[in-house]
Nanobody, 121 residues
Framework: QVRLVESGGGLVQAGGSLRLSCAAS????????MDWYRQAPGKQRELLAA???????NYADSVKGRFTIARDNAKNTVYLQMNSLKPEDTAVYYC???????????????WGQGTQVTVSS
C-alpha cells in the first residue's frame, strides 16, 4: 500500500508565495517521476511540473519561471515552490508519483488527496 499526502496549501494574496509538499509512504521500493497537477473549478486537471528520478524537470508554460519543483529522495517527498502567485493559480493542487513497491515488477501510478490553493486579488 502506497499513500501520497500533500500539505502547504492555503490562502495567499496575489504576488505571494506558497510551498507545497507531497510525502509518499508505505511499501516503496523506488520512485520514478513525481509530478504536480492542478484542477480549477470547471476545468480539466492540468500538469504543471514534473521531475524525474535523475532530477530533470519540465514545466507548463503557465508556471514556468514562477514555480519550482524539487524532490528529496531520502524523504520520498516532492515540493512545489510557488512564487508570484496570481488569482488564476487558484485551484486544488495534486501530486502524482510513479512508484514500484517491493515484491512487484510493475510501477503503479498514485495520487494524493489534493490541497486547496486560493490566491486573492
Amino acid at each position: 500500500q502506497v499513500r501520497l499526502v500533500e500539505s502547504g496549501g492555503g490562502l495567499v494574496q496575489a504576488g505571494g508565495s506558497l510551498r507545497l509538499s507531497c510525502a509518499a509512504s508505505g511499501n516503496i521500493f523506488t520512485i520514478d517521476h513525481m509530478d504536480w497537477y492542478r484542477q480549477a473549478p470547471g476545468k480539466q486537471r492540468e500538469l504543471l511540473a514534473a521531475i524525474t528520478s535523475g532530477d530533470s524537470t519540465n514545466y507548463a508554460d503557465s508556471v514556468k519561471g514562477r514555480f519550482t519543483i524539487a524532490r528529496d529522495n531520502a524523504k520520498n517527498t516532492v515540493y512545489l515552490q510557488m512564487n508570484s502567485l496570481k488569482p488564476e493559480d487558484t485551484a486544488v493542487y495534486y501530486c502524482n508519483a510513479r512508484i514500484r513497491s517491493s515484491g512487484y515488477l510493475k510501477y503503479g501510478n498514485y495520487w494524493g488527496q489534493g490541497t486547496q490553493v486560493t490566491v486573492s486579488s
